[in-house]
Nanobody, 123 residues
Framework: VQLQASGGGLVQAGGSLRLSCAASKRTFGNNGLGWFRQAPGKEREFVAATSWSGGTTYYADSVKGRFTISRDNARNTVYLQMNSLKPEDTAVYYC?????????????????WGQGTLVTVSS
């Protein structure tokens, strides 16, 4: 099982980016998917999650209203649309595949992780 994240980069505060994460196996159509991030010197934290169908989503309070997670099961891809970016959003963003079908913020439920993509927001 492989996850390949892309779409990171440098953006000014207030700007937008869309991250993508392609999965290698069709079984991800039955699994929850999520995004996490880790800022320099900080622990990894939950950002957003979606259920297997995409019908249920869950967000960290810090990104609610600004970020949107979505998935395309036909393309085995999950997206994170990030708007109104702030300098505190600067981090390496990781996509992850859950062992459960529902949306969850618990990192322990995610056995599959991508390599991460760096997002830098300048002030």
């Amino acid at each position: 099982v492989q996850l390949q994240a892309s779409g990171g980069g440098l953006v000014q505060a207030g700007g937008s980016l869309r991250l993508s994460c392609a999965a290698s196996k069709r079984t991800f159509g039955n699994n929850g998917l999520g995004w996490f991030r880790q800022a320099p010197g900080k622990e990894r934290e939950f950002v957003a999650a979606t259920s297997w169908s995409g019908g249920t989503t869950y967000y960290a309070d810090s990104v609610k209203g600004r970020f949107t997670i979505s998935r395309d099961n036909a393309r085995n891809t999950v997206y994170l649309q990030m708007n109104s970016l702030k300098p505190e959003d600067t981090a390496v963003y990781y996509c992850a595949g859950a062992a459960v079908s529902f949306a969850t913020a618990a990192s322990a439920r995610y056995p599959y992780w991508g390599q991460g993509t760096l997002v830098t927001v300048s002030s």
